[in-house]
C-alpha cells in the first residue's frame, strides 16, 4: 500500500456511540498500515455528559485533538453525527486532510419546523420524555437501525456503547442536529470523498446519499447490500473493504501535497 509512516485515520462516531464503535475497523486498518485513532466526541464514553453542542464546537474539539497529537492531515471517516462534523471540518480546513469517508450521514438536517424534522426528533425523545432510560432503550434504538442480518457480536458492541450514553448527552445531540446545512459547502470539497450509504438505511436513505456524492467534485460513492445505519459493526469485513480499497487509490502524502 502507498501510506506513509506518520499516516493517521481519525473515526468519528454517531449519537449513541463511542470510541469502542470503531474496534474492528482499529484492528482492520492498523493491519493495513494505517494507524487508527477513535475518539469520543464531547459528552459520550469516558467524556462527562454535555448538556448542550453545535457543530462548529464539536468541530473545534476534534482539530483541537488533531493539533495536540500532530496527527499532520489525518484521513477523516465520519458516521452519522460524525459525519456532519466531517463536513463542518472540511468547510473550516478544506485542505487540512487526505481524504474523507461520509458514512451514512446528510448534508443537512432540513427546516427545523418540518415535519419530518419534527417527528424524527420526537420519535427519538419521547422515551426519555415518558421516563425511559437509555440502557432499557438501548437494544431497541439499535434494532431499530439495523438491517435484517447484521453480525452478533456487532450488534452486541452497538448496544453495549449505547446503554451508557448519558440521557442528556443523547437529548444534546438529537437537538444539535437541528438547523445543520452544509449543502452549499459540498462544491468546495477539496479532498477526495467516499459516499458510504447502507441499503436498508432509513435514517440516511442511498438515494439522498447518492444525490450528495454528485455534488462533491469527483466524490465516489458505495451503497452496502444487506445493511442499515450501523455497517460498521453489521457487516465490518464488507465495510472496512470498501473503505481500505477506496483508500488505496488516494494519493500519498507527498503527492497530495504536490497538487496542492
Same mark, same amino acid.
Given at each position: 500500500?502507498?501510506?506513509?509512516?506518520?499516516?493517521?485515520?481519525? /473515526?468519528?462516531?454517531?449519537? @449513541?456511540?463511542?470510541? +469502542?464503535?470503531?474496534? %474492528?475497523?482499529?484492528?482492520?486498518?492498523?493491519? !493495513? #498500515?494505517?494507524?487508527?485513532?477513535?475518539?469520543?466526541?464531547?459528552?459520550?464514553?469516558?467524556?462527562?455528559?454535555?448538556?448542550?453542542?453545535?457543530?462548529?464546537?464539536?468541530?473545534?474539539?476534534?482539530?483541537?485533538?488533531?493539533?495536540?497529537?500532530?496527527?499532520?492531515?489525518?484521513?477523516?471517516?465520519?458516521?452519522?453525527?460524525?459525519?456532519?462534523?466531517?463536513?463542518?471540518?472540511?468547510?473550516?480546513?478544506?485542505?487540512?486532510?487526505?481524504?474523507?469517508?461520509?458514512?451514512?450521514?446528510?448534508?443537512? /438536517?432540513?427546516?427545523?419546523? @418540518?415535519?419530518?424534522? +419534527?417527528?424524527?426528533? %420526537?420519535?427519538?425523545?419521547?422515551?426519555?420524555? !415518558? #421516563?425511559?432510560?437509555?440502557?432499557?432503550?438501548?437494544?431497541?434504538?439499535?434494532?431499530?437501525?439495523?438491517?435484517?442480518?447484521?453480525?452478533?457480536?456487532?450488534?452486541?458492541?452497538?448496544?453495549?456503547?449505547?446503554?451508557?450514553?448519558?440521557?442528556?448527552?443523547?437529548?444534546?445531540?438529537?437537538?444539535?442536529?437541528?438547523?445543520?446545512?452544509?449543502?452549499?459547502?459540498?462544491?468546495?470539497?477539496?479532498?477526495?470523498?467516499?459516499?458510504?450509504?447502507?441499503?436498508?438505511?432509513?435514517?440516511?436513505?442511498?438515494?439522498?446519499?447518492?444525490?450528495?456524492?454528485?455534488?462533491?467534485?469527483?466524490?465516489?460513492?458505495?451503497?452496502?447490500?444487506?445493511?442499515?445505519?450501523?455497517?460498521?459493526?453489521?457487516?465490518?469485513?464488507?465495510?472496512?473493504?470498501?473503505?481500505?480499497?477506496?483508500?488505496?487509490?488516494?494519493?500519498?502524502?507527498?503527492?497530495?501535497?504536490?497538487?496542492?
Amino acid at each position: 500500500m502507498n501510506w506513509s509512516p506518520d499516516q493517521f485515520c481519525v /473515526f468519528l462516531h454517531g449519537i @449513541g456511540g463511542s470510541a +469502542k464503535i470503531w474496534a %474492528a475497523q482499529e484492528a482492520s486498518f492498523a493491519r !493495513a #498500515g494505517i494507524r487508527p485513532i477513535a475518539l469520543d466526541l464531547p459528552g459520550y464514553g469516558s467524556r462527562p455528559p454535555l448538556a448542550a453542542m453545535d457543530f462548529q464546537g464539536l468541530a473545534e474539539d476534534v482539530e483541537k485533538t488533531i493539533d495536540a497529537r500532530q496527527l499532520g492531515r489525518p484521513i477523516l471517516v465520519g458516521h452519522s453525527l460524525g459525519g456532519m462534523i466531517v463536513q463542518t471540518l472540511l468547510r473550516r480546513r478544506p485542505h487540512g486532510y487526505r481524504a474523507a469517508v461520509l458514512v451514512c450521514t446528510s448534508p443537512a /438536517f432540513g427546516n427545523p419546523s @418540518g415535519d419530518f424534522q +419534527k417527528k424524527f426528533i %420526537a420519535d427519538r425523545l419521547a422515551p426519555l420524555d !415518558a #421516563g425511559k432510560a437509555m440502557p432499557d432503550l438501548a437494544e431497541a434504538f439499535v434494532d431499530g437501525m439495523m438491517g435484517p442480518n447484521p453480525d452478533r457480536a456487532g450488534r452486541a458492541l452497538a448496544i453495549a456503547c449505547m446503554g451508557p450514553v448519558s440521557a442528556t448527552t443523547y437529548r444534546a445531540s438529537v437537538h444539535c442536529l437541528i438547523g445543520f446545512d452544509e449543502r452549499g459547502s459540498l462544491g468546495s470539497i477539496k479532498v477526495p470523498v467516499l459516499c458510504l450509504a447502507g441499503e436498508h438505511d432509513r435514517n440516511a436513505p442511498p438515494a439522498m446519499m447518492e444525490r450528495m456524492a454528485a455534488k462533491i467534485p469527483g466524490a465516489r460513492y458505495v451503497c452496502l447490500a444487506g445493511v442499515g445505519h450501523l455497517p460498521n459493526v453489521e457487516a465490518p469485513e464488507l465495510f472496512d473493504q470498501a473503505v481500505l480499497e477506496f483508500l488505496r487509490n488516494v494519493p500519498s502524502t507527498a503527492a497530495s501535497e504536490a497538487m496542492r
